[in-house]
């Protein structure tokens, strides 16, 4: 297994988890005579959460398939623990539709509900930040990047991932006392990294920048 | 990431979507004894609101990746900015299913409803639309196509671009009204870019012509 | 647009229609201590005409994909028309999971409703058929083949075409008297295309065998 | 149609099937006034046994596409008896979204429900199984290996395949006992081939260790 068949069939899972998050969206038909529905407009006025967490978490998957490809194009050689890893990365980023979807129901009211919603969601991207990080500290080790990293940059590159993992953490603890205010931390999340940390072609050729692969 | 990452990426995002529109076309099944459904024959001859809306959105799809790749397959370089404005298109991508869905549920009936949801199916084309746009407008600036365009092209083919979102403005208005008219507009759209406008390898090679990309 | 990216795109369509087909096989859950569903081995019993419909249509997916890729392989160049004629062949492929949840739950019972059903199913293979036929035509003419047929292999070529649309036909006229019958019609005309017609790489190198593109 | 395409095919679905088991992952919203739905905290509580199902059936998935890659590329020459095998293979993959939903709302309660379940679940894996097995024995004959294995390696290349069938069987039979016991041996299966089976680059360079295509 090389590596653009590890990329293609990470590109697919990513694709079709990013498409499949247009299922939380969705109204009611007209109904029956009898039993009619709301009129569109009211059904549609009531879709806001929905299409809030659909734009969060498309961006979400959007600057992850970014960062996925970063990473493992730093990567020489694809050996089973890489493969593994990749599979426990993947295994979040197909419950991201699932932990949408809860918070398109619940988690804008800062209810109880609202807030477990809000918690769940910011597990499964913690969890996928767990994985990326795993992939990554395993591509510092044993001659697997392209270009190595030399050990003295080693902490300041993991510094840089363990931030992007803790603000998650933050946004959890943020979760269990308004959802709300947690959504929004990670809404900034994902602007800072479509502003900030998505990787240049320049910042990806030159491995002495700290972190390229984050 | 390169270019051929992106295609592959957007080309997944745009088989998923075209084929989820399907998930719109439905039946009920037999029903229980007691409580049985219409005849299939019944239930059939009422989907064609559904089927018109599957067909429109498949080929606006369709038009969407033709266009899609022509466009990339211009540009030189991938860089942070293309790869976020390529994610705003792909937003809008992602939600015509969810619009079509509507669409076949109240929007071939000239009422409210079907007024309302016209006007959302435009609005989602028109921001498919300014989501292209804004890549065309990337592209012309910064060195940033493999054959640049002169600058005194640049307005001519903006114009093309405009006229482009322009007609959905105007079906977006017509649906105010009435939404047949709307979708008819609509589809008329989608027979001119078949007919006229889809690239042919030839209009690619030759960067004279105007605006090749779109 | 080049030939690998229509191959691209449109292997992205045929795998996740294949794949949509399972959502047609589902039983409800336990229910609840009141109101129980059926027992689950009761249920999977039921489940066989579901089961008999996901397997025909998932072949005849896979055989359409192979035909697909021979039939692409031998064209020269990828013009606005054979994206079109494309589009309308993958409209109806795309359609074969709706048809087949229909046959799933009315097709393999003689009723009236079984014979509505079959004649849908069959009338998708025929659309798809049909696509399929314009675009072998197209590639017939003006150079389109990178080893063009003589043309008095045209009609040879035609023929076994015809042959195939043809039998699509039989099995609609018999699925307005039996259900059954023309299900296994469809049936054999799948075996036959899998012992048969699947080219072998030999067969796809040497244009002179007829038709090597059907 | 040659190897790329059927890796990419084959990729495609993979990729959409494992994606698709998040469908399986649902909580009801929050109902209404009048009927309000269970907490979401009791609820999620009640999803463990579909996170369970996930969880595994995600890293089977995964495990059949590296092996599926694995054995593909070991592979000269694609005809139409791999194609056909091949298809058979990606059948059984597509069932496991099915077979996992099952799982998920029986299987791992220890009832008649529950066992029933967990059989269905064990012989969609075992039908995998033996269409591995058959692609595997189909390169076993008639210079279908790029590097070809010596007969005296047949055997015990094939015991390895056959055993990990076989493992399957005894889980099936384990399940018409105890549906957790069951399960339990089929995560063990997932967790041997993780650690164990999955071959690193070195083995697939090497064909002389056996069976490096299993």
Redesign the interface.
């Known amino acids: 297994?090389d590596r653009s068949?590890l990329?293609?069939?990470s590109?697919?899972?990513?694709?079709?988890?990013?498409?499949?998050?247009?299922?939380n969206?969705?109204?009611a038909?007209?109904g029956t005579r009898l039993h009619p529905n709301p009129?569109?407009?009211h059904q549609?006025s009531h879709l806001w959460p929905a299409l809030a967490a659909y734009?969060l978490s498309?961006?979400m998957i959007?600057i992850i398939?970014?960062n996925h490809?970063?990473l493992i194009?730093s990567i020489k050689?694809?050996?089973?623990t890489l493969?593994?890893l990749n599979?426990v990365l993947?295994?979040f980023v197909?419950?991201i539709?699932?932990a949408t979807?809860?918070v398109a129901?619940?988690g804008l009211s800062n209810s109880?509900?609202g807030r477990?919603?809000m918690v769940?969601y910011g597990l499964v991207f913690l969890g996928m930040s767990v994985g990326f990080g795993a992939i990554f500290e395993w591509s510092l080790h044993g001659d697997h990047r392209l270009q190595p990293l030399p050990p003295q940059a080693h902490w300041a590159a993991r510094l840089r991932f363990v931030s992007g993992g803790g603000v998650y953490i933050i946004a959890i603890v943020a979760a269990l006392f308004n959802s709300i205010v947690a959504f929004v931390v990670m809404a900034l999340i994902a602007v800072y990294y479509?502003v900030e940390r998505?990787?240049?072609?320049a910042a990806?050729d030159s491995p002495d920048d700290g972190a390229p692969g984050d």
Chains 1, 2, 3, 4 share one sequence.
């Open positions: 297994v068949r990329e293609a069939f590109d697919g899972v990513f694709a079709v988890a990013i498409t499949l998050l247009v299922l969206l969705a109204v038909g007209p009129p569109l407009l549609l734009v498309f961006f959007g398939w970014v490809h970063v194009r050689v694809v050996d089973r493969l593994f599979l993947l295994l197909v419950l539709p699932f979807a809860i129901d619940y109880k509900d477990v919603a769940l479509i998505t990787p240049t072609p990806t």
